[in-house]
């Protein structure tokens, strides 16, 4: 397995280009399967999800083309497609599988697809989903570790659904079920994530009839069927909060292309609590300069607009070397500290009380060898690194390499002394 080797202590400066968003791209491949036309992407960041996506799609018997030397294009034909569903041996590497099921239903009237497990961060049910495939009309067993529904009739019904829980890829799932069943459905108390809005508008260009798109009350208005489309995914917001912070914790300056300020502002905010200067050069270009003082700043992670989960352990990096006490919350997932006893094994002083992570700061950190448990923890250790003193190296960095592209290479033009090392070196 694949290492990080850190030596820290170096400022970043330069220029970093933020790649497309890993959470869009994800559903913006899964909604080809909803026509048999040619559904043609870009900005897609090259990512290990997205070529495990990639195999799931061709499993189902969908055409998915890289456009080389443009790997960032993608084209995905899903002219005959097969329900036989999405096999344990790929869902299991990526949570995502689950959102062939609302266009496999939605263009075949039956899904087979297995459930994904819990995961490092939580169990992550997805009983939201199922529940509202049913409210559509779907009969639904879930036998063997696999969930099966089927419309009766072939097609769903329009329903009206409110989501007990906000949930990202629920409501992206139960969107692109509706666009082909009968009549409108109304979904309530839906995700409002960018991501989510990002497939409402692809799903438009491809002859979708929704209404409220950026709020939580979206209407769906079932069409006969759906066209192809051409569609420019979004940048990755996590991706860029990363590289803020990497600027902000190594004393540096950066500035970022290619990103998307709007999608970024209760960070922004709370970087600038910290005493971070952030200032926006144009639409997609952001520069980060260090805080003069950083100071401690509380933290809690709520839907979008809110803080987001996928930024806590990235901040709690960063709090660590902070003046004072940072408390941070995690509200969303249950289990989403384990990033937190790698850095105190670094030399960081946190506690933990249950959903919350109380930092104090500023503390010298160590390098040392630390374990990578999930893909934000993994970025978020990465970050210590490049701020603790000597060599950190993290273990299992295939987890970073799940959603974050060519980070080392992205952070050495910067100035960063990181390197993968590979199983011979290590
Ligand atoms: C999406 O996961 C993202 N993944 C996650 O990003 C992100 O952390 C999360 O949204 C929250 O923003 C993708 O977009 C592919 P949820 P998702 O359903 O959709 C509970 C990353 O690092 N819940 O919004 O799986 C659930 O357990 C990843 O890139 C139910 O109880 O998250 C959680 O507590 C990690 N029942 C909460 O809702 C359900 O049926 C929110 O989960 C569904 C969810």
Redesign the pocket.
């Known amino acids: 397995m694949d290492r990080f080797r850190i030596e820290g202590g170096r400022r970043l400066r330069g220029t970093v280009r933020i790649s497309g968003a ?2 869009a791209a ?2 913006a491949m899964t909604a080809a399967l909803l026509t048999a036309e040619p559904v043609h992407l870009h900005n897609i960041p090259r990512v290990r999800d997205i070529s495990t996506m990639g195999r799931l799609l061709a499993h189902m018997n969908a055409r998915v083309e890289t456009a080389e030397p443009r790997p960032t294009d993608l084209t995905i034909t899903a002219e005959k497609i097969s329900g036989a569903g999405a096999p344990y041996e790929l869902v299991r590497t990526m ?2 599988s689950i ?1 062939t099921l609302g266009p496999l239903i939605a263009r075949l009237g039956a899904a087979r697809v297995s459930l994904p497990g819990g995961c490092a ?10 529940k509202a495939l049913a409210q559509m009309g779907a009969e639904i067993t879930t036998e063997h570790g696999y969930v099966e529904a089927r419309a009766p009739h072939g097609r769903l019904r329009g329903a009206h659904i409110v989501f007990e ?6 409501t ?1 799932n139960i969107l692109m079920a509706a666009t082909m069943a009968d009549g409108e459905t109304r979904l309530d108390n839906a ?1 409002r ?1 960018p ?1 989510v809005t990002d497939l409402v508008n692809l799903l438009i260009k491809m002859g979708a009839r929704i209404e409220g798109a950026g709020t939580s009350c979206l209407r769906i208005d079932g069409v006969e069927r759906l066209h192809g489309a051409t569609h420019t995914v979004i940048p990755d917001r ?1 991706e860029a909060g990363t590289f803020l912070i990497a600027g902000a914790i190594t004393g540096g300056e950066l500035v970022l292309n290619g990103c998307a300020p709007g999608h970024l502002t209760a960070v922004l905010a709370k970087l600038r609590e910290t005493g971070v200067e952030i200032s926006a050069e144009g639409a997609d270009c952001l520069q980060v300069r260090a805080a003069k003082k950083l100071v401690a700043a509380d933290v809690t992670t709520e ?2 607009p809110a803080f ?3 930024m806590q352990a990235q901040f709690m990096a960063l709090a660590t070397q902070a003046q004072g006490t940072s408390v941070i919350t995690e509200t ?3 289990n989403r500290f384990m990033h937190a006893s790698e850095m105190v094994r670094m030399g960081a002083h946190i506690s933990i009380d249950g959903r919350q992570a109380i930092v104090r700061g500023p503390a010298t950190l160590e390098g040392t060898g630390v374990l990578a448990s ?3 923890a993994s970025a978020s250790l990465v970050l210590a690194g490049l701020v603790a003193r000597g060599e950190t190296f993290i273990d299992r960095v295939y987890h970073i390499d799940r ?1 974050y592209e060519n980070i080392e290479e992205k952070l050495s033009a910067v100035g960063a002394s990181i390197e993968r090392l590979r199983p011979a070196q290590t």
């Open positions: 890993k959470n994800l559903p949570r995502a959102l961060i939580g169990a992550r049910p997805v009983n939201l989903h199922v829980k906000i949930t990202v890829t629920g992206e995700a994530e991501e996590i839907e979008y987001a989960t996928d969303i997932f249950e999930d893909l934000r959603g």
